[in-house]
């Protein structure tokens, strides 16, 4: 099957998300999580792959076995299944050639993909673009991933005449619920037996991740004193404006909206309350562990002073960690998946373009579980719009990647030609 009908098929199956399940604790959270679960199982099946496994919550694990004697790693490759809660309507995808200026999606819609608002369009001139009728998201977040990793796994059941070592894949559920749960939470690294791995969840072409946030929560509970306004006078504490003075105290340009690049923050996120009682949500953000653990202590402190100063039990602060920097897991001997995979960009022909992502994916989870893992491009752009679009040359050069980062495991880890 075309990497491109694959991904079509993949589309049509509605995976959105749902919050308000996933909240409760339901994996997968919407039915066609697992309606894609088992048509890939399907597709496995057909491909001739080993050990195919569909979990109850839709967790899908698969190997690939080694065509040789060698001893070498194991490594795997992730997508997730479901796409972001932002639009919930069904994919009407579509392939349309790109020659320039805007892209009409839907005429009697009147909706454009419009190159002024897009200049990298620009390098896309001559390709095929994948997009939507302009009414939902396209899915490629993460639908393409799903059909690179699976077009990559055809092309080598179909050549056994390159040799490999064992390749594991696996497809998770739920992976736009922010990292609180999903897949990658429930996932059992120990029982997959992979050494390293890799997601496809993002980015243009050449595009690579390997740091990420180190990223947490704190929820703070502010307890006040109601009172009636007629005889409030020294008897009212509104907790509401204890709140509101808390966050007054934090740095004032170290949020999201005053930061890029590797600049951390603090992130406002959830305010709710009335005099008596208000908690605030906050996330905190930092790329490096000790700006990440200094963050948190500033916030505990905080809360520690603001208590002092408004007496005993009136401020409770909560901390907790939600995931960590991919990067910690991959320094010193931990290197060699970052050196496989530009090895295998430049293979391809692709310049390798790190990034360090401002947010988080389920390789950061995977990676802390012990199942170090980077993020290779999709070849997507514009996640979560009804703008997103996907050039093919992009897709089929992710599936490329995939391949690559196999023979270069194989080549950097046969008898006499092992990693330093």
Same mark, same amino acid.
């Given at each position: 099957?075309?990497?491109?009908?694959?991904? +079509?098929?993949?589309?049509?199956?509605?995976?959105?998300?749902?919050?308000?399940?996933?909240?409760?604790?339901? $994996?997968?959270?919407?039915?066609?999580?697992?309606?894609?679960?088992?048509?890939?199982?399907?597709?496995?099946?057909?491909?001739?792959?080993?050990?195919?496994?569909?979990?109850?919550?839709?967790? #899908?694990?698969?190997?690939?076995?080694?065509?040789?004697?060698? !001893?070498?790693?194991?490594?795997?490759?992730?997508?997730?299944?479901? !796409?972001?809660?932002?639009?919930?309507?069904?994919?009407?995808?579509?392939?349309?050639?790109?020659?320039?200026? @805007?892209?009409?999606?839907?005429?009697?819609?009147?909706? %454009?993909?419009?190159?002024?608002?897009?200049?990298?369009?620009?390098?896309? +001139?001559?390709? @095929?673009?994948?997009?939507?009728?302009?009414?939902?998201?396209?899915?490629?977040?993460?639908?393409?991933?799903?059909?690179?990793?699976?077009?990559?796994?055809?092309?080598?059941?179909?050549?056994?005449?390159?040799?490999?070592?064992?390749?594991?894949?696996?497809?998770?559920?739920?992976?736009?619920?922010?990292?609180?749960?999903?897949?990658?939470?429930?996932? @059992?690294?120990?029982?997959?037996?992979?050494?390293?791995?890799?997601?496809?969840?993002?980015?243009?072409?050449?595009?690579?991740?390997?740091?990420?946030?180190?990223?947490?929560?704190?929820?703070? +509970?502010?307890?006040?004193?109601?009172?009636?306004?007629?005889?409030?006078?020294?008897?009212?504490?509104?907790?509401?404006?204890?709140?509101?003075?808390?966050?007054? $105290?934090?740095?004032?340009?170290?949020?999201?909206? %005053?930061?890029?690049?590797?600049?951390?923050?603090?992130?406002?996120?959830?305010?709710?309350?009335?005099?008596?009682?208000?908690?605030?949500?906050?996330?905190?953000?930092? =790329?490096?562990?000790?700006? %990440?653990?200094?963050?948190?202590?500033?916030?505990?402190?905080?809360?520690?002073?603001?208590?002092?100063?408004?007496?005993?039990?009136?401020?409770?602060?909560?901390?907790?960690?939600?995931?960590?920097? #991919?990067?910690?897991?991959?320094?010193?001997?931990?290197?060699?998946?970052?050196?496989?995979?530009?090895?295998?960009?430049?293979?391809?022909?692709?310049?390798?373009?790190?990034?360090? $992502?401002?947010?988080?994916? @389920?390789?950061? #989870?995977?990676?802390?579980?012990?199942?170090?893992?980077?993020?290779?491009?999709?070849?997507?752009?514009?996640?979560?719009? +009804?703008?997103?679009?996907?050039? #093919?040359?992009?897709?089929?050069?992710?599936?490329?990647?995939?391949?690559?980062?196999?023979?270069?495991?194989?080549?950097? =880890?046969?008898?006499?030609?092992?990693?330093?």
């Amino acid at each position: 099957m075309d990497i491109v009908e694959r991904f +079509i098929n993949y589309t049509k199956i509605n995976t959105t998300t749902s919050r308000e399940n996933g909240a409760k604790g339901i $994996m997968p959270s919407s039915p066609g999580q697992m309606k894609l679960a088992k048509l890939l199982v399907s597709e496995l099946e057909a491909l001739g792959m080993e050990d195919i496994i569909l979990r109850e919550n839709a967790i #899908v694990t698969a190997t690939l076995p080694a065509n040789t004697d060698e !001893t070498i790693p194991v490594v795997s490759f992730f997508g997730h299944l479901d !796409t972001s809660a932002e639009q919930t309507a069904d994919t009407k995808a579509q392939r349309l050639p790109y020659n320039g200026g @805007d892209l009409c999606l839907n005429p009697e819609l009147n909706i %454009y993909l419009r190159e002024s608002e897009f200049p990298e369009l620009k390098n896309y +001139i001559g390709d @095929d673009l994948i997009v939507t009728d302009g009414t939902s998201l396209l899915g490629a977040d993460d639908k393409a991933a799903l059909a690179a990793i699976m077009n990559a796994l055809q092309f080598l059941i179909s050549h056994p005449e390159i040799r490999h070592g064992e390749v594991k894949v696996g497809f998770v559920p739920d992976e736009e619920q922010g990292l609180r749960g999903g897949g990658a939470k429930a996932f @059992d690294v120990s029982e997959f037996g992979a050494d390293f791995g890799y997601t496809l969840d993002c980015c243009g072409i050449g595009e690579f991740v390997y740091e990420n946030w180190n990223a947490g929560d704190a929820e703070i +509970i502010f307890t006040g004193q109601s009172a009636h306004p007629m005889s409030a006078k020294g008897k009212l504490k509104n907790s509401l404006l204890m709140a509101h003075k808390f966050i007054s $105290m934090l740095p004032g340009g170290e949020a999201p909206e %005053y930061t890029e690049g590797r600049e951390g923050y603090y992130w406002v996120k959830q305010l709710q309350g009335n005099s008596a009682r208000t908690v605030l949500k906050l996330d905190i953000r930092d =790329f490096s562990e000790e700006g %990440y653990h200094a963050r948190k202590t500033f916030v505990r402190q905080l809360a520690e002073s603001a208590c002092a100063l408004w007496g005993e039990g009136s401020v409770i602060c909560q901390l907790s960690d939600r995931y960590a920097n #991919v990067f910690n897991s991959l320094q010193g001997e931990g290197h060699y998946p970052i050196d496989i995979a530009l090895r295998a960009y430049q293979r391809c022909g692709i310049t390798p373009t790190p990034v360090a $992502m401002r947010g988080g994916y @389920d390789g950061a #989870v995977l990676s802390q579980k012990g199942l170090p893992c980077p993020n290779i491009f999709t070849g997507a752009h514009n996640f979560h719009s +009804i703008y997103e679009y996907l050039p #093919v040359r992009s897709l089929r050069a992710a599936s490329d990647v995939v391949i690559a980062i196999i023979q270069e495991t194989f080549n950097g =880890f046969t008898t006499g030609n092992r990693e330093s």
